[in-house]
């Protein structure tokens, strides 16, 4: 039976977001609150979904919004304050979610 590459990059996909999952288990800091260490099932699913779905795409949009920002910019430059909320809009909020959110927190 051959797999074809599309089906070994989805795997490789898959094993790359479980062991992502598992280094922060593995990671996690001894001294934390009891409560906090013991996650529910729907915590490890929001992590996992959080991983695989949303951070790649918020990375997109990151990078989909600086270029959009490129444009958008000068041309909010008139108005008062429109730079720094194109720059907010486009930039810093889809930065901040992907890359500064804590892991499963929507």
Do not use: C, H, N
């Not at 062991?19 to 996690?28: D, E, I």
């Amino acid at each position: 039976m051959r797999i074809s590459s599309r089906g070994k990059i989805g795997w490789v996909w898959v094993t790359m977001m479980v062991s992502l999952v598992w280094s922060g288990v593995a990671f996690a800091d001894g001294d934390s609150d009891a409560s906090e260490s013991k996650r529910s099932a729907s915590d490890w699913g929001a992590i996992v979904f959080d991983v695989g779905v949303l951070r790649p795409l918020g990375a997109i949009q990151t990078g989909v919004g600086t270029v959009l920002f490129t444009v958008a910019g000068p041309l909010a430059l008139p108005s008062d304050g429109g730079a720094g909320e194109a720059w907010d809009v486009f930039v810093r909020v889809p930065y901040e979610d992907t890359f500064q959110r804590p892991l499963g927190r929507f």
